[in-house]
């Protein structure tokens, strides 16, 4: 009898150490790409708190373990393979920079751990493989929007300056590529290295060509950079991307900011969205639990990772602690409300967004608000 108890005793604690879902994060936690990562971080510890809180996923907690990469290809490879070897996580949710998810994307099918990237490019997913998803907009959803908008204003002409980063360089490919179908010429093409510290040669080029609009295609400290040097040169009419959608792009370029226009998820204007936006309540809500826990702005790229932890969590509920399992529940999301728009994801499509998931948004005062 004694035996008996024994077993079922060890049989429970088995079980109950067994009993937990270990989930991975890759984000750039500090570094020139900190601004991308550290918000992500925030989210995914802020929700996975939330969810142990109210008792887990099917009784189960969640176990997280994040890793900071620093938005180095290098440290991504390295601590991918230690969540898939030693943490033995069942998804992993980033990096950060679309570098970094590029260099993992094949790690993620040889361990057959679903990665689901808070990086941009749509070469991330194409083609679409079973174990790699991302939640930012494709660069071509971009590309369409702004020459969408571009075209509704009667602006025709376009200048185009890019970074010289995977970002970057994605981008200005699905600009290039699309521009015609929309009736858009592109003008210029210009590039610049992340590092760089003045770009006025470029846009100098770019004016003298008398374009109707510029483009700016980058992330981080740079399009600020951008941004002043174009005010000294009296250039308007610029545009950019979800790259610059946070506060730290209007405090690095100061009143120079005011008037550029980006295309950007609705999170950033969240509390000036009509109380009809279907979105609005579970963007207030979430921008409400993460200023109100960390004193900072929510951010765009946080909201990546909202995304990428809301669709692993919508699919494991039904998958279970099974890595086959999850990646295949993962492309049969429907119906997602994110904070990038609705996501519908299939076999084919691995991001599940379209162009209508952003709108244009305007920097007027130091603030975002909407601009259609």
């Not at 008996?4 to 570094?31: H, K, N, Q």
């Not at 180095?72 to 970094?100: H, M, N, Q």
């Not at 309540?281 to 990772?305: I, Q, R, T």
Request: glycine letters at 8%; charged letters at 25%.
């Amino acid at each position: 009898m004694r035996k008996i108890i024994l077993v079922m005793l060890m049989l429970c604690f088995t079980f109950t150490a067994f009993a937990e879902i270990r989930l991975g994060g890759l984000f750039a936690v500090t570094g020139p790409a900190s601004f991308l990562g550290n918000p992500e971080k925030l989210t995914t510890e802020m929700l996975v708190d939330q969810v142990n809180a109210a008792g887990g996923i099917n009784g189960e907690k969640i176990k997280l373990f994040i890793y900071d990469t620093q938005g180095r290809e290098d440290r991504a490879i390295s601590y991918f393979k230690r969540l898939a070897t030693k943490d033995k996580v069942v998804a992993v949710v980033g990096p950060s920079r679309t570098g970094c998810a590029l260099a993992i994307k094949d790690l993620a099918t040889k361990f057959k751990i679903p990665l689901i990237a808070c990086a941009a490019s749509a070469r991330i997913v194409t083609p679409a493989n079973t174990y790699v998803y991302k939640t930012p907009q494709s660069d071509i959803h971009v590309a369409e929007k702004l020459f969408d908008y571009l075209k509704s204003q009667g602006k025709t002409r376009v200048g185009l300056i890019s970074a010289q980063s995977g970002y970057g360089a994605t981008g200005r490919v699905a600009a290039l590529d699309n521009a015609k179908r929309f009736g858009i010429e592109i003008i210029a093409d210009e590039k610049f290295m992340d590092t760089d510290k003045d770009m006025t040669s470029q846009l100098s080029k770019i004016k003298s060509k008398k374009p109707d609009a510029v483009i700016c295609w980058a992330a981080g400290a740079a399009p600020a950079i951008v941004a002043r040097n174009a005010q000294s040169l009296g250039m308007d009419n610029i545009f950019m991307t979800q790259g610059i959608a946070s506060k730290k792009f209007i405090q690095l370029a100061g009143d120079a900011a005011n008037g550029i226009k980006l295309t950007a998820g609705r999170l950033i204007v969240a509390d000036k969205l009509s109380d009809s936006d279907r979105f609005k309540p579970m963007l207030m809500k979430y921008k409400n639990d993460y200023e109100s826990k960390f004193g900072g702005a929510v951010s765009v790229f946080g909201g990546h990772a909202y995304d990428a932890f809301g669709l692993f969590k919508t699919a494991i509920a039904k998958s279970g602690n099974d890595r086959e399992k999850l990646a295949n529940e993962i492309q049969k999301v429907t119906g997602f409300m994110g904070t990038a728009g609705e996501f519908n994801l299939s076999t084919e499509d691995h991001t599940g967004l379209s162009k209508d998931s952003f709108i244009i948004a305007e920097i007027k005062n130091g603030e975002f608000i909407p601009a259609e």
